[in-house]
Each structure stands twice: as structure tokens, then as C-alpha cells.
């Protein structure tokens, strides 16, 4: 672990606080809108499907953050 914090930190995606914790200076995505444009796609096409089956604005939202939740943990493990 600690090694693949030294690798960040020397990439400059986190700085060390001796004390505080390890913080994210940056990320590798592009921030540009554009670059989110193929992203944004397959969502309103996601969006059009949850829409068909039935799905409310609540519903979809509350697929979306349980789904978005269990993606970070597995991420995690």
C-alpha cells in the first residue's frame, strides 16, 4: 500500500500530510465537457431505457447510487 502511495505522490496525484493523511491533488481524467460527450450518450440512452421499463425519477435515481455504491466496494476489495 504504502508503495502505491509513493507512486501517486511522486506522479503528483496526492500529497502526503505527515499527521493529516494522503490527499488527491488531481486526476488522470480530462475535465473538458467534450471529453464526456460518448459518456453522456450511453447515459441519456441508460436514461430512455430505465424510463421504458417503468422506472420514476426516484426509482432511477435510487438504481443509479445503489448501483454506484456496489461498483465503488468492489472497486475497494
Do not use: C
Amino acid at each position: 500500500m504504502l508503495k502505491a502511495y509513493r507512486e501517486l505522490e511522486h506522479d503528483g496525484l496526492v500529497a502526503a500530510r505527515p499527521g493529516v493523511g494522503t490527499f488527491v491533488t488531481r486526476t488522470l481524467a480530462d475535465g473538458t465537457l467534450a471529453a464526456h460527450g460518448p459518456l453522456r450518450k450511453d447515459l441519456q440512452r441508460w436514461l430512455t431505457k430505465a424510463r421504458l421499463a417503468g422506472l420514476d425519477d426516484e426509482s432511477i435515481e435510487a438504481l443509479f447510487v445503489n448501483t454506484f455504491h456496489n461498483a465503488a466496494g468492489e472497486d475497494a476489495a
